[in-house]
């Protein structure tokens, strides 16, 4: 007995479920690289089938006022994981769209200066406090995240439906770490994530309906694709993301996740057969430094 509540402590550490999210969400690109559809659609499938999953649960998800649920949720409050479920939306398919307007490198490096934005809001507007040396560390994720993402040997230029979107993306991915931050304050782990996930798959809906992009018509083996990635990337990934985020502030788990490329990057070697350049392995190091000194960086109240 004491084993199995040693074990449940260590996987609800939330550095352990953050880790293991992180882990996860490192299989997305891959996914969305081998499903032969849109990256909007992927995205979209993630949510709908995630929603799906849960929906037998929503009588746990959501008792009936008592022991469970002392408290009635008001309209303020479910708007919170509402907002970051549409920001979310709105970041895949900005994203989404980057990445066929440009090349893969700058997409994914433009998108991830969402650290820098949870970190200005939370210092400054939050004002959560940090240590010196956490701008060090967040300065050592960035260049680490370039030598990733190789972007010294891709050219760099400018086009606002590429690298603009990338940049525009990268503040909605930002508000949601922060409106889930905010929203783990009153709601549980499935809650937040259940409506953020229903209303991040409204907003792709919308967007596909929109664009007129197909839904169906697709392969058995990319429909299997999207349920793969809507059980392990999306449900699981972002369910371990959803904790971490109840008890870490979102601005040392936003940067945490620049670990998610140099993952992606190592399980692509046996997956996608492609190798690392020593510049992306001095930068997977340099995401680390910068990781660890970030997460020691806090001062607690």
């Known amino acids: 007995m004491a084993d199995h509540q040693t074990r449940f402590q260590t996987l609800s550490n939330p550095y352990v479920t953050l880790s293991l999210g992180i882990l996860l969400l490192s299989f997305s690109p891959l996914f969305t690289h081998w499903a032969d559809a849109p990256g909007v659609v992927t995205s979209f499938y993630r949510m709908l089938l995630s929603s799906l999953i849960l929906l037998p649960f929503i009588p746990r998800i959501f008792p009936r006022q008592g022991l469970e649920q002392p408290h009635k949720l008001t309209w303020h409050q479910i708007l919170i994981p509402v907002l970051a479920g549409v920001f979310s939306g709105v970041d895949h398919a900005l994203w989404g769209t980057a990445i066929k307007a440009t090349n893969v490198a700058n997409a994914t490096l433009l998108n991830y200066i969402s ?21 060090g560390g967040l300065l050592l994720v960035f260049v680490g995240a370039i030598s990733v993402l ?3 040997n891709t050219e760099l230029t400018f086009n606002f ?3 603009g979107f990338a ?5 909605f991915y930002a ?15 499935l809650q937040q994530l259940f409506i953020s996930l229903v209303a991040c798959g409204l907003t ?22 999207f349920i793969l990635s809507a059980i392990l990337s999306q449900l699981l990934g972002y369910l371990c993301l959803t904790h971490a985020l109840g008890n870490i502030p979102a601005s040392i788990v936003s940067p945490s996740l620049a670990l998610q490329p140099v993952i992606t990057a190592l399980l692509a070697i046996p997956f996608a057969r492609q190798n690392l350049s020593g510049y992306q392995l001095i930068g997977g190091f340099l995401i680390l430094a910068g990781i660890l000194i970030i997460n020691k960086s806090e001062i607690k109240p």
């Open 204 to 225: 792709l809906g919308l967007i596909l309906w929109v664009t007129g992009l197909p839904i169906t018509g697709f392969s058995p083996l990319t429909y299997l694709i």
């Open 115 to 135: 650290p820098l934005w949870v970190s200005l809001i939370a210092v400054f507007v939050l004002k959560e406090r940090y240590k010196s040396f956490y701008w």
């Open 150 to 152: 190789n972007i010294i």
């Open 167 to 171: 940049i525009i993306s990268s503040f």
């Open 175 to 189: 508000a949601y770490f922060l409106l889930t931050q905010k929203g783990r304050t009153f709601l549980t782990t």
């Open 161 to 163: 439906r590429g690298e």
